[in-house]
């Protein structure tokens, strides 16, 4: 039973182009081999009953989508799938197929079979109390991922962990319906950036085509994602683009905690922006600050591919993708900013020496 008293909200083609990237490790060997990975998670899914679905706090499209796509997949599979977040669902996020049913709790009380965690470096990432008391199962395409958990299957070459979800349900042999193809089709749409970054490659395109034919709907998709901006995010914009300064191959931006509530924005609203900084012509890594009510700064890092900003976010204790990534530092901005930036250039200088 999940406490919410306390609310804070393959097929055939795999989705990696090889297996380089996907790894698995469990206390019941679920093997080395992305098949293997499947398998184990597949025996445990069968062997239970009831299980809690769950993803990072602060979850994106990615973490959405992949929870109600796996939640209708055990539904299918006759089980019981309790989803929850320990932060609300975004409201570009709120009119997908079953949405509604994800909830938002501090504490976790079972019992559950297991607790599945979607794109979760750690417990810790998710936010919810009482994980630690379930068996685990760890999904991840993160680079910064971890085995942390009873069975893990991490593959870094996933385009977003919703596809890995499309591959699992497809060895569970389970029809993709119309809700789960758009829930999926929102992963691949949000986590590469509209098909411009992350692990795109020609079998991402023919998932999407897959997922498309099932049911999805891409223009109504795109139009609910991508044009449904709210007011308070395009007066936050207005603030970060007064705040833009570029040199170089780097540009950034920032916003204060001011200027957030000026704007009346939420911390959903600042999604997006840092890829203003890297649309500039001849840029190639940005970095969005904003700042924390605490004083210290959430950093958005990304890159057109010449600077690995997830390395960049691990060693300041956050994580993330080759291409996007993010972390929390201490403030105040000049010193949060000037840290980055001393970090950014030296990888840019590095890539350059290649």
């Not at 795999?14 to 490790?25: F, H, L, V």
Request: charge should be neutral; hydrophobic fraction near 40%.
């Amino acid at each position: 039973m999940v406490n919410t008293a306390s609310p804070n909200p393959e097929s055939p083609q795999r989705e990696s182009d090889g297996q380089t990237g996907d790894r698995a490790s469990g206390k019941g060997d679920a093997g080395s081999s992305p098949g293997g990975s499947i398998g184990a998670i597949l025996r445990e899914l069968g062997q239970g009953e009831r299980f809690l679905v769950c993803s990072h706090s602060r979850p994106d499209g990615d973490a959405v989508g992949s929870m109600l796509a796996f939640g209708k997949l055990l539904e299918q599979m006759g089980k019981r799938a309790d989803l929850v977040t320990a932060d609300g669902i975004p409201a570009l996020y709120r009119h997908l197929p079953g949405a509604g049913a994800i909830r938002t709790a501090l504490r976790i009380h079972g019992p559950y079979d297991a607790a599945i965690l979607l794109e979760c470096d750690g417990l810790e990432r998710a936010k919810l109390r009482g994980l630690e008391d379930f068996f685990l199962i760890n999904i991840d395409h993160h680079i910064s991922a971890r085995a942390y958990a009873n069975v893990n299957w991490i593959d870094c070459n996933a385009a977003s962990v919703g596809a890995m979800v499309y591959r699992l349900a497809k060895a569970a042999g389970v029809s993709i319906t119309p809700a789960m193809a758009t829930c999926l089709y929102v992963t691949l749409l949000t986590d590469t950036g509209g098909f411009c970054y992350g692990s795109v490659r020609a079998s991402t395109f023919g998932m999407a085509r897959d997922l498309v034919l099932a049911g999805a709907d891409p223009v109504r998709i795109a139009q609910e994602v991508c044009f449904s901006t709210p007011v308070s995010k395009m007066r936050l914009l207005g603030s970060a683009l007064r705040n833009l300064e570029r040199k170089g191959l780097l540009a950034w931006l920032w916003v204060t905690h001011q200027e957030m509530e000026s704007a009346g924005a939420q911390e959903e609203d600042c999604e997006g922006i840092v890829n203003f900084a890297l649309g500039i012509a001849g840029v190639e890594a940005a970095v969005f600050l904003r700042e924390l009510p605490d004083g210290r700064f959430r950093l958005s890092l990304r890159s057109k591919g010449r600077v690995n900003v997830a390395a960049l976010a691990e060693s300041l204790g956050g994580g993330g993708h080759e291409n996007a990534a993010g972390c929390t530092v201490d403030g105040p901005r000049e010193r949060a900013l000037a840290e980055i930036l001393v970090r950014l250039r030296s990888a840019v200088g590095a890539s350059d020496a290649r």
